[in-house]
């Protein structure tokens, strides 16, 4: 099993609809969780960090994470086609932050 | 504030050729990171440093090199390049060791013919 998945395919929204997201991981030591997006040629950029069970609300982004179930997902509200991007789920713990393959968001006006 | 600074940009290596990807942050970052993004298979670690003068192997490590110079550089080398390691590479740095924000480069995309 790899250690951080990202099963969906990608993700077509219409504009002002909720976007979902969601990835799961093997270690269960593992203590902190972010949501990165990465726009078609550039660098990935933090959009939200959660470390507790629960839900973390950011703007329009909310993070909810279970440690039981070992998942982390993120809500995109009210999309807007500037969301359209690959967003990167990554889990930190044991010295070291690996990361899924991603998922794509097409925001469609 | 530059943040994370990759050089260069753009290269294209004949195979056997050799060169050096260098990285710089100016955040006091103790731990860095370098990457390879390919399609389909999301980032991948290469070699990380926890703090100056430590390295470590990631995932995929066969075929590079690492030299953490002082805290604000970590460069990663290429021996003798190989089609395979055609892809993206990128730098990033945390103030912890996976458990805080890392910061990103802006990426070398690399290609080997």
């Known amino acids: 099993q790899k250690e951080v998945e990202q099963n969906s395919g990608p993700l077509s929204v219409p504009e002002g609809a909720i976007a979902s997201l969601n990835c799961t991981y093997s270690?269960?030591?593992?203590?902190?969780f972010f949501w990165y997006r990465q726009y078609s040629g550039k660098s990935p950029e933090l959009i939200m960090f959660?470390?507790?069970?629960g839900d973390k609300e950011d703007g329009r982004f909310t993070a909810q994470l279970n440690k039981a179930s070992q998942y982390v997902s993120l809500l995109i509200r009210d999309s807007q086609p500037s969301d359209s991007a690959t967003y990167l789920c990554?889990?930190?713990?044991?010295?070291?932050?690996?990361f899924g393959k991603g998922n794509q968001v097409v925001v469609i006006p | 504030n530059a943040g994370v600074t990759q050089t260069p940009k753009f290269q294209v290596l004949k195979t056997g050729q050799s060169m050096t990807l260098q990285c710089a942050q100016d955040?006091?970052?103790?731990?860095m990171y370098w990457y390879r993004q390919d399609p389909g298979m999301g980032l991948r670690l290469i070699y990380y440093?926890?703090?100056?003068?430590?390295?470590d192997k990631g995932e995929v490590p066969n075929g590079y090199n690492v030299s953490r110079l002082n805290k604000r550089e970590f460069s990663l080398r290429l021996e003798s390049a190989a089609p395979s390691q055609t892809s993206v590479y990128f730098c990033?740095?945390?103030?912890?060791?996976?458990?805080?924000?890392?910061?990103f480069g802006q990426g070398t995309r690399l290609t080997v013919v």
């Open positions: 959660i470390y507790s069970n």
């Open positions: 440093s926890a703090s100056e003068g430590t390295t």
């Open positions: 990554a889990v930190g713990g044991n010295n070291r932050l690996a």
């Open positions: 270690d269960r030591g593992s203590q902190s």
């Open positions: 990033a740095s945390s103030s912890g060791l996976g458990n805080t924000e890392a910061f």
């Open positions: 955040m006091n970052h103790n731990s």
